[in-house]
């Protein structure tokens, strides 16, 4: 999993759901990505997946050719919709609705938009997919199947939970970094998957 690189946006200001363009032209940062993924033996074809916002597919489609594959683009990918909270700076947004949503960060969504709850259902949906297509590619042949997936520090910290098994609370404070990788190993001989490295 990676995230996204930082965004043209001042500091503090709400853009979940929203398409923002990244701060710097893309190069620099596909051309790091590409040369971390190989150290880490992705393979020559590895799946991409991406959210569909632009933050994510101006990287995924160049890192995508360059290891010779496509990107699927999946809205359930896309970060959290924090609805009327959209665009406007964190300290503009009245401390009750902050309260409010802090009390209950998984079910609340006062702002209107999703709450994580609701992000993590879309999300699971993706994982229930993807860990289908993996069972089935295992079962065809011996080489191990990687998966490259541009999308956000929600969506990370929900598929971590997911994954994992662990709560939702637990995960949601997990630092991530702009342009962060995590690795994630699907075991079957333990039934589930295992945190390589966090927020590398």
Excluded at 72 to 77: F, G, V
Excluded at 83 to 108: C, K, L, N, T
Excluded at 169 to 189: N, P, S, T
Excluded at 190 to 200: A, I, P, R
């Amino acid at each position: 999993m990676i995230r996204h690189p930082a965004v043209a946006l001042p500091a503090g200001i709400c853009y979940g759901h929203s398409d923002v363009p990244l701060a710097l032209p893309p190069q620099a940062e596909i051309t790091r990505l590409a040369t971390r993924l190989e150290s880490l033996c992705v393979g020559r074809t590895p799946q991409f997946h991406a959210s569909p916002l632009s933050r994510c597919t101006e990287i995924a489609g160049p890192l995508a050719v360059y290891f010779g594959a496509q990107v699927r683009i999946d809205p359930r990918l896309r970060e959290i919709n924090f609805g009327r909270w959209e665009m406007q700076a964190w300290d503009a947004i009245p401390r009750s609705e902050i309260e409010y949503w802090a009390a209950d960060v998984e079910h609340a969504c006062r702002h209107g938009g999703e709450s994580v709850a609701v992000l993590s259902e879309r999300v699971q949906s993706w994982l229930a997919e993807l860990e289908f297509e993996l069972e089935v590619a295992c079962r065809a042949q011996t080489a191990a199947q990687s998966v490259v997936v541009l999308t956000h520090a929600g969506v990370m910290r929900v598929l971590a939970a997911l994954t994992l098994r662990l709560p939702l609370a637990v995960c949601l404070d997990w630092q991530l970094e702009l342009g962060a990788i995590c690795q994630m190993r699907l075991r079957r001989e333990v039934d589930g998957w295992v945190l390589v490295s966090w927020n590398g």
